[in-house]
């Protein structure tokens, strides 16, 4: 009897963190000030997630998973982890989302007509396409307003590292509190 006292005690606690966390699970008649520590709560827990980059790395490890489409997610997430601890400590090349085949294909699709130079605006379109957020919006040209190949697959590749390395160094700069 005891045992299930201590286990009812342990619930309630557990459920008032978890209604803390989750305020939406929070029956309707809240009062004010519990509604503005929960409030206050959920922002901290936010500015946590943004400051850590914990959206960026899931929407990588997610992102990976919905285009490989792996038979066993959980073993590809482990390695996709491992790989990008790898990365970030400089010892293996990142896995990235897409690979140079991948480029070429996206060039060949955004060109105009038969050209070898796609024009800016196409480059800045497949940019956004990839999901790639930081990139420069004038790179070099051989012909002004157009971009080749090789500047368009180098451009896309080292932003794809650029974002992966800050995501994974920016979650690495952080000590526990």
């Known amino acids: 009897m005891n045992k299930n006292v201590e286990h009812s005690q342990h619930d309630v606690r557990e459920n008032e963190k978890l209604s803390s966390i989750f305020p939406l699970q929070e029956s309707a008649r809240c009062q004010p000030n519990r509604e503005n520590k929960v409030s206050r709560t959920t922002s901290e827990e936010q500015n946590y997630l943004n400051e850590r980059n914990i959206f960026d790395i899931f ?13 066993n ?18 010892l293996k090349e990142p896995r990235l989302l897409w690979a140079e085949r991948h480029l070429n294909a996206m060039f060949e699709n955004i060109l105009f007509h038969d050209s070898e130079f796609l024009q800016l605006d196409g480059y800045r379109a497949a940019m956004k396409m990839m999901g790639i957020r ?3 919006p ?10 080749d190949r090789e500047t ?3 451009e896309a590749l080292n932003c794809m590292k650029k974002e992966l390395l800050h995501i994974t160094n920016e979650s690495a700069k952080r000590t526990p509190a």
């Open 134 to 136: 930081s990139y420069d």
């Open 59 to 71: 929407h990588f490890l997610l992102s990976h998973v919905i285009v490989h489409q792996p038979s």
């Open 152 to 154: 368009f697959c180098t």
């Open 73 to 90: 997610p959980i073993q590809y997430l482990h390695k996709l982890l491992d790989d990008l601890i790898l990365f970030r400590a400089g």
């Open 138 to 147: 004038c790179p070099a040209q051989l012909v002004e307003g157009y971009v």
